[in-house]
């Protein structure tokens, strides 16, 4: 953890500077932190918010509480994504493609906690393919449009990947266990494979720096902040409600707790392919999330897995 380094001071209506031309696109922005940034990245006007989502009725009644929070309508859409469908990333990805030609912030921040067993669509297991495979594929099929953006005068493409300090319950001593990505064998248990998959985002996030300097990459851990991630954690069903009663006291509001995912996608300091926990302290990683040789290996993995998926 952070203790003794003190986190930068970041106040969205302060800090975000005016995002005019700015085309932005948020994962899971319907609700929790996501749904937070888009309102925050509104008020600064950008030219054009995607607001990817699995359901869109839901999405539809959270952009409707968004506008009501701003002085104007601010240019919302949103894009339908399931992200334990690679059939349905891709999807998006070429509807976003077709109607945008440039995206400046990529904010990967869906995702799901302590899941049961399970696997996704493509046959991933449930929490790594949501949280990192399907965030892979739809990174790899925007670049060309990233890439674009990025050549063009002024540039400054951000890309981050929602992780968690909980990337340290990866499994020991591997960090990721290759032989229980694609099975619903639930070797590491729930929170192992939550750790797993939020491990990979750093690990992603690090290596995809160094073969993509154009961009400013970086993972985050937003804190310990009230959202639903909770409310489909597996477990028994007091322990789970006991706990989130007790962390609804003590974590983080909602407000405070997007700051960091913010900050990494407008601050000048950010370093690319660091992690980051609360907010811009950097280094702050573990051995596995600093590890280079798991990052190029994981990176081959995903390669290998997505290269039917064509940029
Ligand atoms: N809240 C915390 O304390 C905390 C701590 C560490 C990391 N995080 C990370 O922050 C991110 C945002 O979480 P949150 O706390 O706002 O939780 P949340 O449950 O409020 O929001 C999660 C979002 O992900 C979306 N999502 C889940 N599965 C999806 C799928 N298959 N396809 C598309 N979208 C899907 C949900 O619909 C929702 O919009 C997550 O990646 C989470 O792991 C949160």
């Known amino acids: 953890m952070?203790?003794?380094?003190?986190?930068?001071?970041?106040?969205?209506?302060?800090?975000?500077p005016p995002l005019d031309g700015k085309v932005i696109l948020v994962t899971g922005g319907n609700i929790g932190l996501g749904k937070q940034c888009v309102l925050e990245y509104a008020r600064h006007r950008p030219a054009q918010i995607w607001l990817a989502t699995r359901n869109l009725d839901k999405a539809k009644a959270a952009v409707e509480g968004i506008q009501k929070q701003l002085p104007s309508p601010?240019?919302?859409?949103?894009?339908?994504?399931?992200?334990?469908?690679?059939?349905?990333?891709?999807?998006?990805?070429?509807?976003?493609?077709?109607?945008?030609?440039?995206?400046?912030?990529?904010?990967?921040?869906?995702?799901?906690?302590?899941?049961?067993?399970?696997?996704t669509k493509d046959g991933y297991e449930l929490q790594f393919g949501t949280n990192y495979v399907g965030h892979a594929l739809l990174a790899k099929l925007l670049l060309p449009v990233l890439e674009k953006t990025a050549s063009g005068p002024g540039a400054d493409v951000r890309?981050?990947?929602?992780?968690?300090?909980?990337?340290?319950?990866?499994?020991k001593p591997e960090g990721i266990r290759f032989d229980t990505l694609k099975t619903k064998a639930d070797a590491l248990g729930p929170y192992g494979r939550y750790g797993q998959s939020k491990l990979a985002m750093i690990l992603w996030v690090r290596q995809m720096a160094k073969l993509y300097p154009q961009f400013t990459l970086s993972s985050i851990h937003p804190g310990v902040v009230r959202t639903n991630l909770m409310n489909n954690a597996t477990g028994s069903p007091l322990v789970i409600r006991i706990l989130g009663k007790i962390a609804n006291r003590v974590v983080t509001p909602v407000d405070q707790g997007a700051r960091n995912q913010?900050?990494?996608?407008?601050?000048?300091?950010?370093?690319?392919?660091?992690?980051?926990?609360?907010?811009?302290?950097?280094?702050?990683?573990?051995?596995?999330?600093?590890?280079?040789?798991?990052?190029?290996?994981?990176?081959?993995?995903?390669?290998?897995?997505?290269?039917?998926?064509?940029?």
């Open 2 to 16: 952070n203790i003794g380094k003190k986190s930068v001071s970041f106040k969205p209506e302060r800090d975000i």
């Open 74 to 119: 601010a240019p919302i859409k949103l894009l339908e994504m399931d992200l334990s469908s690679l059939e349905s990333v891709k999807k998006a990805a070429s509807t976003f493609s077709a109607e945008s030609d440039r995206l400046d912030i990529l904010m990967l921040n869906a995702g799901i906690m302590a899941a049961p067993p399970g696997l």
């Open 159 to 171: 890309i981050i990947m929602l992780s968690s300090h909980g990337h340290m319950y990866a499994p």
């Open 262 to 311: 913010l900050w990494a996608s407008v601050a000048k300091d950010v370093k690319s392919g660091e992690y980051y926990e609360p907010v811009g302290i950097g280094g702050t990683a573990t051995d596995h999330g600093k590890d280079e040789d798991l990052a190029k290996e994981l990176w081959g993995w995903t390669e290998k897995e997505l290269e039917g998926y064509a940029t």
